[in-house]
């Protein structure tokens, strides 16, 4: 955005160019032809629509999960986090209660199964023995479902490779 300087710093609209004061800064920019209107109807926006009602799903799904994460880990970044990996699970093709299970399996606490603590068996050693390492009971299983995303961006090499595999296999051999 161009800065305005000089000795008279306006806002306002004239013709087709905007003036306006942000945080201390005079701006100016140009009105923009793009209406609402045809970004609801025009086909050359149709992606545009759709990623809107894939964030909106994925943001619906994100919040019903990070409302129940507690503590110090309540970030927005986290949850900033958990839409995009929601958008990912969508974009994959999970219904919205399967991307709701795995992400809560990824970021809640799991509950244990079985309440058990960790005892540790001794054994009496006789004289001469050697002392080895003593059986422990392990904890329970933990309930959780985890699903492994690769990090952002192989997976946006891969989204963009498949995209390219579809248009050349479209156009045929």
Known sequence: MPLQCGPLLITGTIDDVCFYQMEGQYYARRKSSLTRKRVLKDPKFLLTRVHAVLLGEASKIAS???RQITGERKKHALYREITGKAIYLLREGKDKEAAFE?????????EPTEQVASVTLRKDIAAGEKLRNTPTIPLPTLKSTYFPLPPPRRRRRRFIAMAHWEKQYALGP
């Open 64 to 66: 019903r999960v990070y």
């Open 102 to 110: 795995i992400l809560c399996g990824q970021y809640l606490k799991p």
